[in-house]
């Protein structure tokens, strides 16, 4: 199972299971709970990462029982396995919530072309980019997919990423597309994260169907008509994503293909105004997306559209960075007007080659002038509402999932701070070790 829903008894049943003993985390500066609604929150509700000292968390059964003091704790579990923070900052796991982590080699030799100033859609359109990793993937076996992906996964956790969606959209046909989320689901059976499933059928219109108007369209009406079926009928991802840009797939396209996800059961994305601005954020919303993502571009009636909507605006800055973009998204505004933002990494071989969520943080702070609270909102209950999960995970309170990080820092504030580094020493998921460095467990 790669998605858990909240509070559902079979989770229980298998979280008790796997959690005999109560566990209580104890001896930590801070406490980031983010406690509050277990809703996205939007606008000024971001202001406040519920940060508390002095207190200790117990799990139990996968989940988190009770955030108080450490000996009242003590006496409501004995015999509770102890976990000593050492002062150092306990906070929910991160939830990144847009890459791309299926993908075969890294795309290094792009980085050079756009520094000589060659830019992103250029690349493409000279067979490059996206379409490079497309014939990459084809020639890869699962098993190597399956293996390529696993260690960059560890590598996100080792940052304390405890839930990661993924994407497919390296494939862009219907069997390549459907071995790419096979390889996630298995992924999900292999590591302790969690994983979320999104079918990104449409990330590119593939060369080989790029010769004509009706070359183009018999392929639109593929992954509606013959991909799209067989992603919902094997339970396969629980949304569906379009890169929505001018270049790529058009406003029409894109409202074709998720309007028929959204009949089938899936929930949605969309890659919107990344780069220019096209009309993306108002169709999110007006399609009652889950999340918009990018944003880089987006125009003022696109940013009403999303504060009046229930769309969460997932921001990238590391894209922005990496592809050498002297532009952010402007995340002011859009916590100004009232919306709700996420943060996360973006991660894949073209434009955000990154694992480290906390750098994401950093560019959140010094780029897209969000507090240090807004930055870990977005990448906690706002990741988790951008996957439909907020009543779940995100949050150090009771009844949510154990999802925790342990970083060697004496303050949350420290986290963006020492950029680029890697603080985390410990993640746990349902109250499982997930990954781990040099932790005292008594
Ligand atoms: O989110 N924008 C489209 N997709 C990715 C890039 C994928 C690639 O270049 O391989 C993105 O930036
Ligand atoms: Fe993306």
């Not at 003993?21 to 990462?49: I, K, N, S, W, Y």
């Not at 921001?315 to 505004?333: D, K």
């Not at 985390?424 to 990954?435: F, L």
Request: hydrophobic fraction near 45%; aromatic fraction near 4%; charged fraction near 20%.
């Amino acid at each position: 199972m790669t998605i858990e829903e909240p509070r559902d008894a079979a989770t229980d049943e298998r979280d008790d299971a796997i959690t005999a003993r109560a566990t209580l985390f104890v001896g930590a500066t801070q406490v980031v709970t983010c406690e509050g609604p277990a809703r996205a929150r939007r606008g000024g509700e971001m202001a406040d990462a519920g940060i508390r000292r002095g207190v200790s968390v117990a799990v139990a059964g996968g989940r988190i029982a009770a955030v108080g003091d450490q000996s009242v704790l003590e006496r409501t579990y004995p015999g509770a396995e102890v976990v000593e923070c050492g002062g150092r900052v306990l906070a929910p796991g991160w939830v990144d919530s847009h890459t791309h982590a299926i993908f075969g080699r890294p795309r290094a030799d792009e980085q050079e072309l756009r520094a000589a100033g060659v830019d992103y859609l250029e690349i493409a359109r000279r067979g490059g980019g996206i379409h490079a990793s497309v014939r990459d993937l084809r020639e890869r076996s699962d098993d190597a997919l399956h293996a390529l992906a696993l260690g960059r996964l560890r590598r996100l956790a080792a940052y304390g990423t405890t839930t990661v969606e993924i994407k497919s959209g390296y494939g862009l046909t219907v069997e390549d597309e459907l071995r790419t989320l096979a390889v996630i689901r298995r992924l999900a059976a292999t590591l302790p994260m969690r994983l979320v499933p999104t079918w990104l059928g449409a990330h590119e219109i593939p060369l080989e169907a790029r010769a004509t108007p009706a070359a183009r369209n018999r392929y639109v009406q593929m992954l509606v008509h013959e991909m799209l079926p067989r992603v919902a009928a094997g339970g396969l991802a629980r949304f569906a994503d379009v890169f929505c840009e001018p270049g790529v797939f058009t406003l029409d396209e894109t409202r074709t293909i998720l309007t028929a996800a959204r009949a089938a059961g899936l929930l949605l994305k969309l890659h919107a105004d990344e780069l220019a601005p096209g009309g993306g954020a108002e169709l999110a919303a007006s399609l009652g997306a889950t999340s918009a993502d990018h944003l880089g571009a987006v125009t003022a009636a696109g940013i009403a559209a999303l504060a009046g909507s229930g769309t969460v605006a997932t921001l990238l800055p590391g894209t922005m960075l990496f592809l050498g973009r002297r532009t952010q998204a402007p995340a002011r505004e859009l916590i100004e007007a009232g919306a709700a933002i996420a943060l996360a990494t973006d991660f894949n071989p073209g434009t955000s080659p990154t694992p480290n969520l906390p750098l994401v943080l950093t560019l959140g702070v010094s780029q897209l002038r969000l507090s240090v609270a807004e930055a870990v909102i977005a990448a906690t209950v706002n990741g988790a509402a951008a996957l439909g999960l907020a009543e779940a995970i995100g949050q150090i309170a009771p009844g949510f999932s154990a999802d925790l990080a342990l970083y060697d820092v004496e303050d949350v504030r420290e986290l963006p701070y020492w950029y680029g580094d890697r603080r985390c020493v410990g993640s746990w998921v349902r109250g499982k070790p997930c990954s781990q460095f040099d932790l005292a467990i008594t």
